[in-house]
């Protein structure tokens, strides 16, 4: 149990266009979702928490204009990387968390972005 | 801000021999300690978790420890089988409530290699 899924697991676009990465909970529901960046042989940073029917808390230094994040249900979030650029070229994974009152969170393979 | 880091980057061992991957964080709040292990190319996979409320805890071949004193954190695995070579990561959960509950603050990561 406790799967978590996204799409796609790579992306290649070219720089100016937007992309989006879903999220999803396969046999839970996730009150809270979180996205993380991964750089090269770098440590996972939060980017945000996305908590299901309310808008997303972001990190300080990532901006909400750029990645937009909608977590419409308990078992869907996705993350929309607008004006892609080539610094934005990285591992973006996702985890769910099923519960308010636990720890608990469960993560996504993860999606690796390109831009050209 | 608060930060979690590792004193070991990379560490190579005999298979059969057993691993000691360490952790130091900063934050005397966090309640809440897990190890993740990533393959290249995935996303995060649990390993074992400890509160703070614990010095020790016993998993399958791989125990945790907990010095809240020095605020250090270790994965100790048994018998390393060229299958565990990946990168562990420390996190720490300091979140108390509101919308820092479940936020992860994951260490810098050390790179274990197993060699057969």
């Known amino acids: 149990g406790a799967v978590v899924s996204q799409h796609p697991s790579r992306v290649i676009c070219k720089s100016g266009t937007s992309v989006k990465i879903e999220c999803r909970s396969l046999?839970?529901?996730?009150?809270?979702m979180f996205w993380y960046r991964q750089f090269p042989k770098q440590s996972l940073m939060l980017m945000a928490t996305s908590n299901e029917g309310s808008k997303a808390t972001y990190e300080q230094g990532v901006e909400k204009d750029k990645f937009l994040i909608n977590h419409a249900s308990l078992t869907l979030s996705t993350l929309t990387v607008t004006s892609a650029h080539p610094e934005d070229s990285s591992f973006y994974i996702c985890?769910?968390?099923?519960?308010?009152?636990?720890?608990?969170?469960?993560f996504g393979p993860g999606t690796r972005l390109t831009v050209t | 801000g608060e930060s979690v880091g590792l004193h070991l980057p990379t560490l190579s061992v005999q298979e059969g021999d057993n691993s000691i991957i360490n952790c130091a964080y900063s934050n005397s709040a966090s309640d809440y300690f897990i190890w993740y292990k990533q393959e290249s190319g995935k996303g995060p996979q649990f390993i074992i978790d400890?509160?703070?409320?614990?010095d020790k805890r016993q998993g399958q071949r791989v125990t945790v420890l907990l010095n809240k004193t020095v605020k250090h954190l270790s994965l100790q695995i048994a018998a390393t089988q060229p299958g565990d070579s990946a990168v562990y990561f420390c996190a720490e959960n300091s979140g108390a409530g509101g919308t820092s509950y479940g936020k992860l603050t994951f260490g810098q990561g050390t790179i274990l290699t197993v060699h057969p």
């Open positions: 046999d839970f529901q996730a009150t809270t």
């Open positions: 400890i509160r703070s409320n614990m």
């Open positions: 985890s769910a968390a099923p519960g308010h009152l636990t720890y608990e969170q469960y």
